[in-house]
């Protein structure tokens, strides 16, 4: 057999001086043992194994493939990938020496012409206190369950936005109804705003609510414990914040209202960014 590269019998194609009698199961060039990458079936020269590489399809990470087949499946992909990254920033948070809750933890002080540092109004909500494991089960618990409810009610992208709004509008609770020097920490003010969401969506609807009437007062009454220290201020904020974008989602639900509900949410975001400046914008009544 000749050589198909034009090169002599037994000799590698690309190495005129190094005998083989090893062919290539593709294109059938000699190739040394240097030039030889194992296949299916014998071995295949470098440059069939490039054009190999370039004809077959990319394929994708295993996670990123999961999360999209999940997807396609309706699964709640947000309440997951919420629950997940919660969960890995409180296991951060028990590493010595990272300081990861000094990072992200949240006070009235962190919105003012002192410090400035406004992100702390959402990254509160991802962290929780490491001296009570309690609390992050509980929020992730809480947010299982009604995130699956409302994931499928609204959809990824609404529901989303419902939940960083929410957990928006607890923080500005915080500011409006704490001491300035407070500290707090978790994703309460968020579900009270999933729990609101609800209440208003069902009741619109015509649904039964009574059961979580009841929910809501229970856990609003904790917060009132004494020693307990439940940031009462961010549940009730969350509450108030969360129940009104349930009434603009259920109020523009319909599809010619996209443009209106995008709208009035931005204009709520707004209204919280300003609000959350209170010990910038009035002073006077800090």
Request: charged share 10%; proline share 4%.
């Amino acid at each position: 057999m000749s050589d198909a590269a034009g090169g002599s019998t037994g000799v590698c194609y690309r190495h005129p001086d190094r005998q083989s009698f090893v062919l290539c199961q593709r294109c059938g060039r000699t190739i040394c043992g240097e030039c030889q990458t194992p296949g299916a079936v014998g071995v295949i020269c470098p440059e069939c194994m490039r054009e190999q590489r370039a004809e077959a399809p990319r394929t994708k990470p295993a996670v990123l493939t999961r999360v999209r087949s999940a997807g396609r499946r309706g699964a709640p992909v947000v309440t997951y990938t919420l629950i997940a990254v919660t969960v890995a920033i409180y296991v951060l948070q028990l590493i010595p020496g990272l300081g990861i809750t000094d990072r992200l933890y949240f006070t009235p002080l962190a919105v003012s012409d002192i410090h400035m540092e406004p992100w702390r109004l959402l990254t509160s909500v991802f962290v929780h206190s490491t001296s009570l494991i309690f609390h992050v089960l509980l929020n992730m618990y809480t947010l299982w369950i009604f995130g699956q409810l409302l994931e499928g009610l609204l959809g990824r992208s609404r529901f989303l936005a419902l939940y960083l709004i929410a957990g928006l509008g607890g923080s500005v609770g915080v500011v409006w109804l704490s001491d300035p020097n407070t500290a707090v920490v978790g994703a309460s003010g968020a579900i009270f705003g999933l729990m609101g969401a609800f209440l208003v969506i069902q009741r619109r609807l015509g649904g039964q609510t009574n059961q979580l009437l009841v929910l809501l007062g229970i856990n609003l009454i904790i917060g009132f414990v004494p020693g307990w220290n439940i940031a009462w201020q961010a549940h009730l904020g969350g509450l108030i914040v969360g129940a009104l974008v349930g009434l603009i989602y259920f109020e523009t639900r319909k599809r010619n209202q996209q443009r209106l509900q995008i709208g009035l949410l931005v204009a709520l975001v707004a209204v919280l960014l300003v609000l959350s400046f209170r010990y910038v914008y009035f002073p006077l009544m800090g």
